[in-house]
């Protein structure tokens, strides 16, 4: 894999790693007593799951397979797979989001919950790779997005 895109992935596990340690801290807080260095028990968060499983997804399909990415998040909520233990702090949209995929079986982009948030910004980093690495056009991302 390119050194662009480890980095990349690298600084975004490591970026939520610490995030997680500060993530009910004021930026008064943070300014007075910044974070210097990673602590021992360091887990990172959902997100970092989701971008995890993601790839996964991209990588072992070699496209950007909606389906398996919405098994594979299933996974995670039933199983913890790609967190460090079993996640107790799931988002309900991603719940009620997987939950109406999987009872519905359907098209994986009319599952979503109704609730707006921005961490399907936060991971689209995994599509962003695919993208750049199978030169995609702006009209093909258009597409995919």
């Known amino acids: 894999m390119n ?18 340690q ?28 989701l971008l995890l499983l993601e790839i996964d997804s991209i990588v072992s399909k070699n496209k950007i397979d909606l389906n398996d990415v919405m098994l594979k ?13 079993y996640p107790d702090d799931i988002r309900s949209s991603l719940r009620v989001s997987i939950g109406k995929y999987i009872e519905e079986k359907g098209d994986p982009t009319l599952c979503g919950s109704g609730m707006i948030d921005n961490n399907s910004l936060i991971r689209i980093l995994s599509f962003a790779i695919y993208a750049h690495i199978n030169k995609f056009k702006d009209t093909d991302i258009i597409k995919l997005v």
Do not use: C, H
Request: glycine letters at 8%.
């Open 3 to 20: 050194s662009r895109y480890s980095g990349a992935l690298i600084g975004f596990v490591l970026g939520d790693m610490f995030g997680t």
């Open 73 to 85: 998040m299933n996974s995670y909520i039933e199983r913890g797979n790609y967190s460090l233990d």
């Open 22 to 49: 500060v993530k009910d801290q004021s930026r008064n807080q943070l300014f007075n007593r910044p974070v210097t260095k990673m602590k021992d028990d360091a887990k990172w968060s959902e997100n970092t799951s």
